[in-house]
């Protein structure tokens, strides 16, 4: 273990599994002083056995966020280096079945709860002169594929905050950058599938045919998309943000984040669609 950064403290936000849970071991081995948060008991007892430092925090409740920081805060002396903004999940579904409860469910938790957590520690960055605001956020962020809507309004939000927010700070020696992952192996996935079941009434919907072929996408082993990549695909782009004098305003990681990038620059809106339309119908296709 290097002890170069143990001076640095870290908070990771959704760590019981995946990117979160991945990233913390690694910055721990690393030498960092991270700070694992998650929602549940048993995920924080899992997190403690591996030598990390636990917190308890949902970003639906603002008392736990407020509390979180204010035990990180007392367990560090008053520093911390850097939040991860790590913890969300995907509400799949077609913009008319979505109904306005699965909506702010979905931002309470990518936007609101993430907002809230950066405003509790800008205080204490600003105090110490410097800090980093990393925050997590997707391909479906800056590209719009169907039946995807509440999850891309939530990203395309935390996009426009976080540009924002890093235009704000400039010169304050805090950095706010954008991590933009496509498809990583977690369980993203899983969870995803269950917020579907639970929020969307597929039997009555016009789009029940591409929701049979949806679901049956989810339920087959493997990655759901093509050039899916582990979570620890992350790590270069993390490690850059963390440790560069001057970290990039954004990440992209794996093949199709690139793409659709790319996609964004050359192509007029028209074909941007009909690409994404046949991005979703491949997805959709069932084998």
Known sequence: ????????????????????????????RRGYRVFATARKTEDLHELAALGLETLRLDLTDSLSIKNAVQEMVNATEGKIYAVFNNAGYQQIGAVEDLSRQALRDQFETNLFGTHELICRVLPIMRQQGQGRIINNSSLLGYAALPYRGAYNASKFALEGLSDTLRQELAGSGIHV????????????????????????????????????????????????????????????????????????????????ASLFALSRRLLSTAMQDRFARLVSSNERRQR
Not at 214 to 225: D, M
């Open 177 to 256: 950058t954008l991590i933009e992952p496509g498809p990583i192996v977690t369980k993203l996935r899983r969870n995803a599938f269950a917020m579907f079941r639970k929020n969307i009434a597929t039997e009555k919907s016009v789009h029940r045919e591409a929701y049979a072929a949806l679901e049956w996408r989810f339920t087959q082993p493997g990655p759901v998309a093509p050039f899916s990549l582990p979570a620890d695909a992350i790590l270069p782009s993390l490690v850059h943000a963390l440790e560069a004098a001057k970290p990039r305003a954004r990440y992209r990681v794996t093949v199709p």
């Open 1 to 28: 273990m290097s002890m170069e950064f143990a001076s640095r403290s870290v908070l990771i936000t959704g760590c019981s599994s995946g990117i979160g849970a991945s990233m913390a071991g690694y910055l721990h």
